[in-house]
T-cell receptor, first 113, second 112 residues
Framework: NAGVTQTPKFQVLKTGQSMTLQCAQDMNHNSMYWYRQDPGMGLRLIYYSASEGTTDKGEVPNGYNVSRLNKREFSLRLESAAPSQTSVYFC????????????FGPGTRLTVL | SQQGEEDPQALSIQEGENATMNCSYKTSINNLQWYRQNSGRGLVHLILIRSNEREKHSGRLRVTLDTSKKSSSLLITASRAADTASYFCATDAISNTGKLIFGQGTTLQVKP
């Protein structure tokens, strides 16, 4: 099992460009999450999907959109990237919302110039 | 806003010593979790302690939870150089079930 995979690993964008970060899990988990991590800080929740077909805002949703494409895949879209979105983005999954541990992907390092 | 506050922010010890990290939080929780992050990598789950538990062990890890003080501690015994990493507590608040709130982390350096 690959666990949680993310693509791409690195990305450089110019201000105003758009991009989609992809995430997939092969553990048959119901819930998936997107976090961002800024230097010296813990993770902050951007959006989550408690189950297929549902999405909800987290702590810092502004400037982002998400799609729960199916049970395996959860994508994060930046419509018009800003330098403040320079960060490392992590996708995670869990069996269900509020149940046990979350499993994390390796992260996407995004720089917006 | 961050639910968990960790202390110390950085810790440097010699191999073989014990390392203790503390986490304080603000609201009532379902559970508290500890994660490890090696440099440039994703987070790895270490241990989960439920609100009705006071202590939990996993190998060289010991976690305590004091809900009256809204605090938790992670003890790593007989540390190894491979334990060098950042450690984060994360709380699953009753008011916000399933949405983990992470602390800022403790960076642990274990010198060989």
């Amino acid at each position: 099992n690959a666990g949680v995979t993310q693509t791409p690993k690195f990305q450089v964008l110019k201000t105003g460009q758009s991009m989609t970060l992809q995430c997939a899990q092969d553990m048959n988990h119901n819930s998936m999450y997107w976090y961002r991590q800024d230097p010296g800080m813990g993770l902050r929740l951007i959006y989550y999907s408690a189950s297929e077909g549902t999405t909800d805002k987290g702590e810092v949703p502004n400037g982002y959109n998400v799609s729960r494409l199916n049970k395996r895949e959860f994508s994060l879209r930046l419509e018009s990237a800003a330098p403040s979105q320079t960060s490392v983005y992590f996708c995670a999954s869990s069996e269900a919302r509020g149940v046990g541990e979350q499993f994390f992907g390796p992260g996407t390092r995004l720089t917006v110039l | 806003s961050q639910q968990g506050e960790e202390d110390p922010q950085a810790l440097s010890i010699q191999e073989g010593e014990n390392a203790t990290m503390n986490c304080s939080y603000k609201t009532s929780i379902n559970n508290l979790q500890w994660y490890r992050q090696n440099s440039g990598r994703g987070l790895v789950h270490l241990i989960l302690i439920r609100s009705n538990e006071r202590e939990k062990h996993s190998g060289r890890l010991r976690v305590t939870l004091d809900t009256s003080k809204k605090s938790s501690s992670l003890l790593i015994t007989a540390s190894r150089a491979a334990d060098t990493a950042s450690y984060f507590c994360a709380t699953d608040a009753i008011s916000n079930t399933g949405k983990l709130i992470f602390g800022q982390g403790t960076t642990l350096q274990v010198k060989p």
